[in-house]
């Protein structure tokens, strides 16, 4: 209830949001990516949505033998690609922590847009973009 009516006032007080209501781009749409090694173990895995017609990284793992070959920037690449084509996405977000990835979606072309230190004490998050052209 409380969410129907957040989202009702949010259409009253922005045209943005009112336009894009009760679009396909208003719906959250799960994206998901999955790699496995011959044998069928999971070997990574790239879990988000597409909404507002941005791809939003909710997570992204590999299994820790297999970081550095490029499996974890193939799984992005591919999330990227099936929420530009299938969903119409114009742009990519991620939240990532100091001890887990800016670098890594620097490399993929991700600009680092804000930061909140201490999220939680002793951490940074970080908040990256990217345009999807």
């Not at 017609?53 to 793992?61: K, S």
Request: glycine residues 12%; contains cysteine; proline residues 5%.
């Amino acid at each position: 209830m409380i969410e129907a009516r957040l989202s009702d006032t949010n259409s009253l007080r922005s045209p943005v949001m009112s336009a894009l209501r009760g679009t396909t781009a208003d719906e959250e749409v799960p994206v998901q990516v999955c790699a496995f090694t011959d044998d069928g173990r999971l070997a990574a895995g790239l879990i988000g949505y597409a909404w507002g017609r941005w791809l939003h990284v909710e997570l992204l793992w590999v299994a820790e033998g297999l970081r550095g070959g490029g499996l974890g920037s193939h799984l992005v690449h591919r999330a990227e690609e099936l929420a530009r084509t299938e969903h119409g996405c114009l742009h990519s977000r991620v939240e990532t922590w100091d001890f887990q990835a800016p670098g890594f979606y620097l490399k993929l072309g991700y600009r680092l847009i804000g930061t909140v230190p201490d999220y939680p004490p002793g951490c940074t998050d970080h908040l990256l973009v990217k345009a999807l052209s």
